[in-house]
């Protein structure tokens, strides 16, 4: 998320009339605009992880920041919400996470004193709403799609829609349909990928794409029913029934497809099955090779290796019980 230019160190000595050399920028990011730290903000912890929202609108640009809802809007819960309008939006930061949105809503517990923000409850999604000056609470919500929610860790950029996290859980889940971009660096390739709906796990840092999943990149093409990313290790798994990743020379499947994001190299790790093509040369026409089946056997391709076995190792972020996307909250 926006790191610092690093310059490289001129010699301590030059020739007469020479320059120092040019800088070059690292592979992170330029740093994002910088925040008025006098403008108003609230946080929560998960563990030892702060969450900070952060208001980034004036009030006279139509920015709106109520820290804590009055008591009468809703019965049971405290609430918090912070609108920016168009062009600004809400910057939230889980440590090397930052989500950008129009509005956030927090609601947490009135019960239960400091760890009633355990069970405390983050709404994010585009729009506009106002504020009722007499009681402190949200009037006039409406929602608009098109104002996609955005969230960047290092190279990846997600949007999609609506975003509810839970402090409980410590997940994110997004409404789809979802869209993922990994900028390209010297020695690493551009990887578009889309999906159905989208979670993150604050305590992980692991990405999940579920349902439909499509990902391109540098002449690959791969298909999953969920896609876990570690954005990080530039590291993710693919699975389905089958998962199926290809390129110019074939087309391998399985259950589940280890994926490295930098080099765009596949590994099949369970349920193996594939095709490739093998070049004879100028004389003989190139043949298609039938490829592998079953966990016992072993082939590969360019950027193509079995290393089938019966524990793929992958954390998953989320329960996989329901396919179901997240329910956004109701308007108030």
Known sequence: MGGLWSLAAPPETLPPG??????????????EAAIDANLPSFGLTRGERPITVQQTALDEEGGIAITRGGAACREDENISFFYAPDPKRIDTTVDNTRIRSSIV???????GGAEAQDRAVLDFYGGSLGVNEETGCPRNLERDAAQRVVITE??????????????????????????????????????TASAAYFLFNVDTD??????????????????????????????????GSPARSRDEEGEVAGSVIEYDLDTNDVVVTQGVEGTFTLDLGDDEPAQTNPGFSGEDETGTESGVTDESST????????????????VAPDDE
């Open 206 to 239: 692991l990405q999940t794409f579920r349902g439909g999943v499509e990902v391109e990149s540098d002449g690959r093409t791969s298909e999953a029913d969920s896609l876990v990313l570690d954005e990080e290790a530039g590291f993710a798994v693919l699975r």
């Open 105 to 111: 809503f927090r609601s947490q517990p009135k019960e």
């Open 311 to 326: 524990d793929d190792g992958d954390p998953e972020i989320a329960d996989e019980d329901t396919d179901d996307p997240p």
């Open 154 to 191: 290092g190279r990846t950029t997600v949007e999609g829609g609506p975003l509810r996290y839970e402090n409980s859980s410590g997940i994110g889940e997004m409404d789809g349909p979802v869209d993922l971009e990994r900028r390209a660096t010297d020695d690493s390739p551009a990887l």
């Open 18 to 31: 020479a320059e120092p050399p040019e800088a070059e920028p690292s592979e992170a990011a330029p740093p």
